[in-house]
């Protein structure tokens, strides 16, 4: 399997700004702009992909801003309109900001349940942790959950597997340290096992992706 790895950032020049500001262009006025309005309206949402990982794991810059929705479907089109949003034509599940002369993307990548068991981001969301990024309080996964997330989409999506594998290993080599029994082969098979419900071939196709990128983390 071929894997896109990158060198280790011995300088510290990727890490995650510790005020949690964004690293993209025009992404600090798009995320606040959501952020402020949907926690008004009593929406709630978890930060995921690349974002996430910008904030949390190696600093750099991403495509869009990528949400889970939770208990809800879809964003109201007048609340987005007041926070300056407009939904990208033919992605309806894509809303555009303005900013910095440029036109950032905001989109919803899944919806989960705070109740219901079944599906890997409302797992995440149930054991999620919160963390202040561009000033304001907002949901996240926990760093083992958002490995498996990535996981989970390399496998399920060869076109994307080389991006999703590298952050895995961002995240290996970023929380080595602090994570680390949390990021172990046993632990993070346990959690697909216990808590995702994956078993069989499938758990065994995440593993072994997931032990190539454990041993391209440790060098």
């Known amino acids: 399997m071929d894997l896109l790895l990158h060198p ?10 510790r005020r949690g500001r964004l690293s993209t262009v025009g992404h600090r006025q798009a995320f606040r702009a959501f ?41 109201d089109t007048a609340l987005m309109a007041g926070a300056g949003f407009t939904r990208a034509p033919r992605s309806p599940h894509v809303w555009r900001y303005d900013a910095e002369g440029r036109t950032v993307d905001l989109e919803i990548a899944a919806v989960a349940s705070s109740t219901e068991p079944e599906g890997p981001f409302s797992v995440a969301f149930r054991h999620a942790d919160t963390r202040v990024v561009e000033g304001i309080e907002v949901t996240v996964p926990r760093i ?43 632990a993070v098979r346990a959690r697909l096992r216990d808590l ?4 069989g071939p499938r758990l065994k196709d995440v593993m072994a992706m997931f032990r190539l990128v454990a041993r391209s983390a440790r060098g």
Request: hydrophobic content about 45%.
């Open 35 to 75: 952020a402020r309005s949907a926690k008004r309206a009593g929406i709630r949402f978890m930060i995921i992909g690349g974002t996430f990982r910008d904030v949390a794991v190696r600093a750099g810059s991403t495509r869009d801003i990528d949400i889970v929705l939770i208990d809800r479907k879809d964003l």
């Open 144 to 186: 083992e959950d958002f490995v498996i997330l990535k996981l989970l989409a390399a496998v399920a999506d060869r076109r994307r597997r080389a991006r999703d594998l590298a952050d895995v290993q961002s995240a290996l080599e970023a929380f080595a340290g602090r994570a680390g029994a949390r990021l172990s082969v046993p």
């Open 196 to 199: 995702y419900a994956l078993q």
């Open 8 to 17: 280790a950032d011995d300088s510290g020049r990727a890490r995650p700004d």
